[in-house]
């Protein structure tokens, strides 16, 4: 079957570099979550989209970040000026969210993309 | 979103049930219980979700106590690669304005030969 899909899975990089990340999500989800884990802890949310739309941004998510999913399908998360706190697991999630729909909702992650700031 | 407690770490032997308790005592009425588990590097994997009544499926059963403030997920035969973290996160499903899952630091599952 096919899964959600991050790349690149893993990205090495300086600080002050700008990075990208993709995240192709489940056919047909209509939503999609990034989020961001960093050793030992949890994932913490950073922001989702419900089709084009950016509907909620976590205070995580500073200027240096911004998300973009300009057709309602893939995405992209970049991180401009990276520092080394930047270094962490993002991953990304998608869900068929249907209101009022029994049998929807459920997020279902990626394999996730490894950032190291050097 | 409520928040949940689970204990840090757990042991099992392989072949016997693992029961990974989960305390939601400020859940919502509209609240599910959601379960996730994360091998070493990847991302986490769906396992169950419930309302109020117990579920199961092919990898898990969910148990949800009658006033729904703790659950139980069980893996009736844990093998060794059932060892991750386990993550169980309380959020309401389907609303316009809700999306988020907000994950605790989870259980560490470890299965024994």
Redesign the interface.
């Known amino acids: 079957d096919t899964g959600?899909s991050q790349d690149p899975r893993h990205k090495i990089t300086k600080r002050g570099q700008n990075v990208t990340f993709r995240c192709d999500p489940i056919s047909e989800h209509n939503?999609l979550?990034w989020?961001r884990q960093t050793l030992?802890?949890?994932?913490?949310?950073l922001t989702?989209f419900?089709n084009e739309a950016q509907?909620?941004k976590?205070r995580l998510l500073s200027d240096r970040f911004s998300a973009e999913r300009p057709k309602g399908s893939f995405s992209t998360l970049e991180i401009q000026r990276t520092e080394q706190g930047d270094s962490a697991?993002y991953?990304c999630?998608s869900s068929l969210?249907?209101?009022?729909?029994a049998g929807?909702?459920?997020?279902?992650?990626?394999?996730?993309t490894?950032l190291t700031v050097l | 979103d409520a928040k949940t407690t689970q204990p840090t770490s757990m042991d099992c032997a392989e072949g016997r049930a693992a029961n990974l308790p989960c305390n939601h005592s400020t859940i919502s009425g509209n609240e599910y219980v959601y379960w996730y588990r994360q091998i070493h590097s990847q991302g986490p994997q769906y396992i169950i979700h419930g309302l109020k009544n117990n579920e199961t499926n092919e990898m898990a059963s969910l148990i949800i106590t009658e006033d729904r403030k703790s659950s139980t997920l069980i893996l009736p035969h844990a093998t060794l690669r059932d060892t991750a973290v386990y993550y169980c996160i309380v959020r309401v499903r389907g609303h316009t304005n809700a999306g988020k899952s907000t994950f605790g630091d989870g259980t560490t599952l470890t299965v024994k030969p």
């Open positions: 959600v939503r979550y989020y030992g802890q949890g994932p913490e949310f989702y419900q509907l909620e976590s697991m991953l999630a969210t249907l209101l009022n729909v929807t909702d459920t997020q279902y992650f990626g394999p996730g490894r």
